[in-house]
């Protein structure tokens, strides 16, 4: 079955750069998409299509896709980005959506 | 606004069944794609089941057999039943909209709906 890996967790400090990588069955012709979820709330779509944002999401966050990685790059990070980070793909051969496993953004 | 309110959520003893429902404003349920994720607790995001515009269903092999995906269109309603439930079926429930279809993403989530099966 179709898998999408992620780090479990990554660390960053404020005003730094983060990116959250997306692996696994990636092919690179996939339209990824990027949530975040912050605890007891749904999540929220930042990046949809490997790279385009959604209306009222801040310009620090981009996406990219290429070869078998998908990343969420965050840059000029804030103590407000920590949160959980999915992505997530349609694996049209069994019509079913896969998600990452997520990685908890850790703002120091 | 679009809204989607997810309910019907509970404690549920193994191996009973239980119905929930996302009721749906400013949008049209039938139109769109739309799908039930779950998240246990503690864990990830795990995608349930799908409704296609045109009424075509897909599930998760943890639930297929067990879960049917349905909508009352008189309603704008999308619904999820569940039998033969099992602990490892605890989770917050969501339902999620996916405006153009599979290959676009959620773009509209509900709050979600915890369900608990323990006996």
């Known amino acids: 079955s179709y898998v999408l890996t992620q780090p479990p967790s990554l660390s960053v400090a404020p005003g730094k750069t983060a990116r959250i990588t997306c692996g696994g069955d990636l092919t690179g012709g996939e339209s990824v998409h990027w949530y975040h979820q912050k605890p007891g709330q749904a999540p929220v779509l930042i990046v949809y299509d490997n790279n385009d944002r959604p209306s009222g999401i801040p310009e620090r966050f981009s996406g990219s896709n290429s070869g078998n990685t998908a990343t969420l790059t965050i840059s000029r990070v804030e103590a407000g980005d920590e949160a959980d980070y999915y992505c997530?793909?349609?694996?049209?051969?069994?019509?079913?959506?896969?998600f990452g496993g997520g990685t908890k953004l850790t703002v120091l | 606004e679009v809204h989607l309110v997810e309910s019907g959520g509970g404690l549920i003893q193994p191996g009973g069944s239980l119905r929930l429902s996302c009721a749906a404003s400013e949008f049209i349920v039938s139109r769109n794609y739309m799908s039930w994720v779950r998240q246990a607790p503690g864990q990830g995001l795990e995608w349930v089941s799908v409704?296609?515009?045109?009424?075509?269903?897909y599930y998760a092999d943890s639930v297929k057999g067990r879960f049917t995906i349905s909508r009352d269109n008189s309603k704008n309603t999308l619904y999820l039943q569940m039998n033969s439930l099992r602990a490892e079926d605890t989770a917050v429930y969501y339902c999620?909209?996916?405006?153009?279809?599979?290959?676009?993403?959620?773009?509209?989530w509900g709050q979600g709906t915890l369900v608990t099966v323990s006996s």
């Open positions: 409704v296609y515009s045109g009424g075509t269903t």
């Open positions: 999620a909209r996916g405006e153009g279809g599979p290959k676009l993403p959620y773009d509209y």
């Open positions: 997530q793909v349609w694996d049209s051969s069994s019509d079913h959506v896969i």
